[in-house]
């Protein structure tokens, strides 16, 4: 009798969780007709117009100094008009104000984008997508292009607002009468919490967004597979991003890689809320040395403070480290992914022991 393969795939159906970046990323970036479909359905669906052509843009966008922010987007996509969007998903609240990080991002693709020449005067409605060419004299001039549009779109897996359960906010900067500026810069936040509510609701009833969203949040979900596969059969796109899920599902190195990311944020937030109740326990037993009054205002404090600053931010060092190490990451994207202080990562991994000679 064969010895039966050990897999960490849970079943032989089970599918990758595409919540999780990398998995995510991937369903867009394959670099095959499928993929392209998946990625210009998708656009389509969160833009609500028809995006017919698009390609890959480098995933993480030039510096000019350095102290610019070094940044990594999940996928980066241009149109053919120049028309950029940067695509995340978040598939967990980790506390931070993502209107900031999603402004960054977006002004970070905008400057990119605009380049010198560009033009800032004509009227929307008198500006052509390309570049045209005019001949004076038989010396070719090339007219300015209109600045193009650039979207920051965000896929996340909670609410952005508290209490605001819409399927989509989509903010551009307007004056206080509501009146839009320019219309360049464009954030988008897609609320897959809201959409999962719609889950049994017929295809035929559903909007493009609404498909996209049911897939991400369903896929992985064996007991909802008939369903979303029901999805996917009227929307050409899904269909592929289906498809691309089950191949990549196929391949053990990407249950490696994805359970070994899980454990990671697991570990992470268990050991952080550890760290901050040591804190507060250090908080309390100074409080009751000093004094009820100082041990409130100076023992509870100081607790607070050095379990979050010393024990969270050493655990978020190991980990990005950790993560350097196993997944060959960029030092600047693992201190970002895990908030740890880029200059102590760096330090910890000069400290390491040098790997042995053969």
Not at 36 to 57: H, M, N, Q, T, Y
Not at 104 to 125: E, P, S, W
Not at 146 to 157: A, D, E, F
Not at 271 to 295: C, D, M, P, T, W
Request: no cysteine.
């Amino acid at each position: 009798m064969a010895e039966q393969k050990q897999t960490l795939r849970p079943s032989p159906t089970a599918i990758l969780n595409p919540r999780l970046d990398v998995n995510f990323k991937a369903l867009f970036t394959q670099g095959t007709r499928g993929s392209d479909i998946a990625l210009r359905s998708f656009l389509s669906a969160a833009l609500g117009r028809a995006v017919k052509e698009v390609k890959l843009a480098p995933n993480e966008p030039a510096v000019e100094t350095t102290t610019n922010m070094q940044m990594a987007f999940d996928v980066s996509a241009t149109f053919d008009d120049g028309e950029q969007a940067d695509i995340e998903i978040q598939g967990r609240d980790r506390k931070y104000d993502y209107s900031i990080r999603a402004e960054i991002h977006a002004a970070r693709m905008l400057n990119n984008t605009a380049k010198k020449g560009d033009n800032y005067n004509k009227k929307k409605d008198d500006l052509k997508k390309d570049s045209d060419e005019k001949n004076d004299g038989g010396n070719k001039e090339k007219k300015a292009k209109k600045i193009p549009k650039v979207y920051q779109i965000s896929v996340l897996n909670f609410h952005f607002k508290k209490g605001d359960k819409s399927e989509m906010l989509w903010y551009t900067m307007r004056d206080q009468n509501g009146g839009e500026l320019g219309g360049r810069l464009n954030v988008i936040f897609i609320d897959l919490l809201t959409i999962k509510g719609l889950v049994g609701t017929p295809a035929k009833k559903l909007t493009p967004l609404q498909k996209w969203g049911l897939f991400l949040s369903y896929i992985d979900d064996e007991s909802k597979r008939g369903y979303v596969s029901q999805i996917a059969q009227s929307e050409e796109g899904i269909m592929e991003a289906e498809r691309i899920a089950q191949t990549m599902s196929e391949e053990e190195a990407n249950w490696w890689r994805q359970n070994s990311i899980q454990t990671f944020w697991e570990d992470y937030y268990a050991e952080k809320e550890a760290a901050i109740e040591e804190g507060l326990e250090q908080g309390r037993e100074q409080g009751l040395q000093q004094g009820l009054q100082q041990g409130r205002e100076q023992g509870l404090q100081q607790g607070l403070q050095q379990g979050r600053e010393e024990g969270a931010q050493q655990k978020a060092i190991e980990n990005a480290v950790m993560i350097v190490n196993e997944f060959n990451a960029n030092p600047k994207v693992a201190a970002e992914k895990t908030g740890a202080p880029l200059d102590k990562v760096l330090e910890a991994l000069a400290a390491q022991p040098a790997p042995a000679q053969a």
